[in-house]
């Protein structure tokens, strides 16, 4: 089975379809592909949080730089192929600029998918909500009717609405995988420079053991508020 998932910002990939991914790579029998859609560039321009020292002498490329590399290596930690990887390169908080440009790049990628996962269609991010748009409008051009639509939030960007309650599962986190999660994690030292955003995200990957994910058909698409 090929699977597509769709990344907003070069660390969306673990805290939102995280859990559920390690177990279809531990199945062994899928092909699959991340997109990462920004590069992560905007994530200090907030005052809402405490920064370490060196951030005030980082450029915004330099972010950029810094998050396009943890990207690649939590390919590399997944032990997925970094050529499964495919970059946008759109600026962080940009992409609702680009998200023409992101259907035309979308569209050779999943063309021959069987599942793509992506973020909800509502949510308080911008960037998200280009995603969604990027992945689901490529999905609606090539008429992808047969495939299955894995729908997921980052930890603090949302909840799922009650309308689509019958579509949503829990998932459960066992224990080996709660430690590579937290293992996964280091691997963003980008968010360990942002005191209370790290704080929340180590607390919710040591503690959390479910997950909330919704699946969709491609009759879906528009019915709910998240899909």
């Not at 390169?89 to 940009?94: I, N, V």
């Not at 960007?157 to 986190?173: L, P, V």
Request: glycine share 4%; hydrophobic share 35%; proline share 3%.
């Amino acid at each position: 089975m090929k699977i597509v998932i769709f990344e907003p910002h070069p660390d969306d990939l673990l805290f939102g379809p995280g859990p559920i991914l390690l177990e279809w790579i531990a199945e062994g029998v899928h092909d699959i592909h991340v997109v990462t859609v920004t590069d992560g560039r905007a994530c200090y321009r907030s005052g809402h949080d405490i920064f370490t020292a060196d951030v005030a002498s980082m450029t915004e490329d330099d972010v950029a730089e810094m998050r396009i590399d943890e990207a690649k290596k939590s390919i590399e930690f997944l032990g997925l192929p970094l050529e499964n990887l495919h970059l946008f390169y759109f600026h962080d908080a940009d992409s609702h600029k680009y998200v023409n440009e992101g259907i035309k790049k979308a569209i050779p990628l999943i063309k021959d998918a069987n599942r793509l996962f992506l973020p909800s269609t509502n949510n308080d991010h911008v960037d998200h909500q280009a995603t969604y748009n990027i992945a689901v409008s490529a999905a609606q051009e090539l008429n992808l009717t047969d495939i299955e639509y894995f729908v997921y939030f980052e930890i603090s960007r949302g909840r799922f609405h009650e309308d689509s309650k019958d579509n949503q599962f829990q998932y459960t986190i066992n224990e080996e995988n709660a430690y590579i999660l937290q293992e996964w994690l280091k691997i963003y030292q980008s968010q360990a420079k942002m005191k209370w955003t790290w704080k929340q995200y180590t607390t919710y990957i040591h503690k959390a053991r479910t997950w909330t994910y919704a699946k969709y058909n491609f009759e879906d698409i528009g019915k709910y508020y998240n899909f």
